[in-house]
């Protein structure tokens, strides 16, 4: 299995501008969800989907968009981009709360994407 | 969601066990406690899970006394490549996973 696949690894980005952060896994995990870190900081969740179809908001959703069209991807899209978004994204998956607390609570995640907007 | 509050720095030197305490003083009845570890420019990796009283793995151990509110995680005889940020987070009834900010453990030799 590859895991959690992010593209790409580096960006770099004029201000106003859009994109889509890439995300896929292969481990049939219906939970994924988005984070950014910021340089010296925690992780802050963005937008999260419990599975395909479902999408939810997490704590800092302003200026980004998501959709899961497919249980293996789950795609970042970035309206207009700000400095403020200047950060690593990083995407991560685990099994649904069905499975249990054993699985859910393990997430796996993909080694990020780091976005610069000037 | 339940408020989670860790050290935000530790110091150590290799060999030494060190404990990281997280509080979570609003635990709910059906969550668990997980802690990862995060090396630099890298996505945080899980370490262990708990519910209650002690789990141990090959990596950590994790105690959890009875009321819950609190846990902690035992690193044994740490090395240089324990340097990294540990995460403490408590959930499972929710689908929102939110990290707190971290304990930054400094290994020296």
């Known amino acids: 299995n590859a895991g959690v696949t992010q593209t790409p690894k580096f960006q770099v980005l004029k201000t106003g501008q859009s994109m889509t952060l890439q995300c896929a896994q292969d481990m049939n995990h219906e939970y994924m969800s988005w984070y950014r870190q910021d340089p010296g900081m925690g992780l802050r969740l963005i937008h999260y989907s419990v599975g395909a179809g479902i999408t939810d908001q997490g704590e800092v959703p302003n200026g980004y968009n998501v959709s899961r069209s497919t249980t293996e991807d789950f795609p970042l899209r970035l309206l207009s981009a700000a400095p403020s978004q200047t950060s690593v994204y990083f995407c991560?998956?685990?099994?649904?709360?069905?499975?249990?607390?054993?699985?859910?609570?393990?997430?796996?995640f993909g080694p990020g994407t780091r976005l610069t907007v000037l | 969601l339940a408020k989670t509050t860790q050290p935000i720095s530790m110091d150590s030197y290799e060999g030494q066990e060190v404990n990281i305490t997280c509080s979570h003083n609003?635990?709910?009845?059906?969550?668990?406690i997980t802690w990862y570890q995060q090396f630099p420019s890298q996505g945080p990796r899980f370490i262990i899970q708990?519910?209650?009283t002690k789990v141990t793995n090959e990596v950590a151990s994790l105690f959890i006394p009875a009321d819950r509110k609190s846990s902690t995680l035992s690193l044994p005889r740490v090395s240089l490549s324990d340097t990294a940020v540990y995460y403490c987070?408590?959930?499972?009834?929710?689908?929102?996973?939110?990290f707190g900010t971290g304990t930054r453990l400094q290994v020296f030799p």
């Open positions: 708990g519910y209650k």
């Open positions: 609003n635990i709910a009845t059906n969550d668990y």
């Open positions: 987070l408590v959930g499972y009834n929710t689908d929102k996973l939110i």
């Open positions: 991560a998956s685990s099994y649904s709360r069905r499975s249990g607390p054993g699985k859910y609570n393990e997430q796996f």
